[in-house]
């Protein structure tokens, strides 16, 4: 090996250790942490991040990256490697310490600012904190937007490159103008199947022994994963030896159901991830697009199918008991993929969900585009579902303040979402040309599906881009019409 390389490499150790002691105090802050602990535990992981900023800027590290570039008989791995590292020293190099610091303890207090706020339905406790994160991550992109780049711009490639406004507003155009009449249209057929069994009061036991089982049946591999319970159900990777699901549990079994076949299938996608990437900078999913494309295409392409509940409803039913043991396969089916318009996002069928997602885009690009001061959101935010979705939220609670992200400082991680859902349409459309998915299912062969899925995504962590993936997985660049296409055929039927 490269004996440059091995020097760099004793720098990635010590990051990756830093990385994942914050990691681990994020997730312990959502699931075990005591409510005192908040404000010290900030100081700590302000310290952490200020240390791992410490190190990636370090100057002795950026000469033997740069010496690294010049030498010869680097792997193709060990080049992604560095081009990677050398992209976030870039990142964390163009903010001032004490701002980064600054920033990164106000955000370890903000979510339980968010999490008050929400509780009391009351937006204007989390304003004053919302805005000063906004007007910090502004502060960041410009810190490194190239010339003439638009900050919105910056935020997005954060999480997608090459998808940036210029691509997300006709895409966001194009699914709202397919979409909007497809689901006037049955919403005006009413056609609404029986759900009253799942809220039937079934015990929390019951609840948590489902949802390991359907972990484990999908894929979660507990020897190196844990499920855990948290307010917004979340996966959290250490490396691919460790990584950490949520689910929540509500009245309503199907919330902690699905919660856990998507956050199994971003486990997966982790665990799936190459030993000799997991721990170096390019040692997990490769976009938060194609992370969403493999939890959502888990969650709703297959874990929504008749086929996939085969081999395993009844037993299901079994662990929940009376009434569902006596609500044939297909009632379970009709109920699980009713559309119906609501307010709530994370509970959004598959139809809708896009349009929840194009709500948060749009106020995105206003605050951060067109200055629109946070106070005046609530009142857009319904407007806009009131136009897009026909239903108008009576409290902050089910409005603006059910999402988690903007209390993490996360902008432009929402389109994420949507993106994801058009990836996984693509991929299943070309998969089913290569093997037979719901024969498979029918068999309870997940594992041949997974392997396909690791073999040609999860492997590569970030050594390919998403759209590099798409291409060579489909032989096609990204098109979104797919997206439209699987909809239809699914909703139209
Ligand atoms: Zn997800």
Redesign the pocket.
């Known amino acids: 090996m490269n004996k440059t390389f091995k020097e760099i490499e004793k720098h990635i150790e010590r990051a990756a250790a830093l990385q994942a002691a914050t990691i681990l105090f994020e997730w312990d802050s959502e699931t075990l942490e005591p409510p005192a602990a908040g404000e010290l535990t900030a100081g700590l992981i302000g310290s952490l991040s200020a240390q791992y900023q410490e190190l990636m800027t370090d100057p002795g590290l950026q000469a033997l990256v740069e010496q690294c570039e010049k030498e010869k008989g680097l792997t193709e791995t060990e080049e992604g490697i560095l081009k990677e590292l050398k992209r976030q020293i870039k990142e964390l190099k163009s903010i001032p310490p004490k701002e980064y610091r600054a920033y990164k303890e106000l955000i370890a207090g903000a979510v339980r600012i968010w999490e008050r706020a929400r509780a009391e339905n009351d937006f204007s406790l989390f304003a004053p904190t919302l805005q000063e994160i906004v007007d910090y991550k502004k502060r960041f992109a410009s810190y490194r937007a190239e010339k003439g780049q638009k900050l919105y711009d910056v935020m997005l490639d954060e999480f997608e490159k090459d998808f940036h406004m210029a691509q997300l507003d006709p895409f966001f155009e194009t699914l709202k103008q397919e979409l909007v009449p497809i689901i006037k249209k049955l919403v005006k057929e009413n056609r609404k199947p029986d759900t009253s069994f799942l809220t039937a009061g079934y015990s929390l036991e019951s609840q948590e022994q489902a949802a390991k089982f359907i972990a484990e049946y999908v894929g979660m591999d507990f020897n190196k994963g844990v499920l855990g319970v948290s307010a917004h159900p979340f996966t959290t990777n250490l490396h691919n030896k460790d990584v950490r699901i949520t689910t929540h549990y509500t009245d309503s079994i199907d919330t902690s159901v699905f919660s856990v076949i998507?956050e199994t299938g971003?486990a997966i996608y982790e665990l799936g991830v190459r030993d000799d990437l997991t721990l170096t900078p390019l040692g997990s999913g490769a976009s938060m697009g194609m992370?969403?494309s493999q939890?959502r295409f888990y969650e709703n392409v297959i874990g929504r199918c008749e086929a996939f509940w085969e081999p395993v409803y009844e037993r299901v039913a079994a662990i929940f008991g009376p009434p569902l043991t006596d609500i044939s396969l297909d009632s379970f089916i009709k109920a699980v993929n009713r559309v119906e318009p609501g307010l709530i996002r994370t509970n959004a069928d598959e139809l809708t969900y896009a349009l929840h997602v194009q709500i948060r885009y749009e106020l995105e690009k206003m605050m951060i585009e067109e200055d629109v001061p946070v106070t005046e959101l609530p009142e857009i935010w319904n407007r806009k579902y009131e136009e897009y979705l026909g239903v108008r939220p009576e409290r902050d609670g089910e409005g603006i303040l059910q999402d988690i992200h903007w209390s993490q400082g996360l902008f432009g991680y929402f389109p994420s979402y949507a993106l994801g859902s058009a990836f996984a349409a693509q991929i299943y459309l070309h998969m089913k040309k290569t093997m037979d998915v719901e024969q498979l299912l029918r068999e309870g062969k997940l594992s041949v599906i997974q392997e396909y899925l690791r073999e040609n995504i999860h492997q590569f962590g970030r050594l390919k881009t998403a759209r590099q993936i798409i291409k060579d997985v489909t032989g096609e660049d990204f098109k979104p019409e797919y997206y439209v296409e699987y909809l239809r055929e699914k909703y139209e039927k």
């Open positions: 998507h971003h992370h969403e939890s």
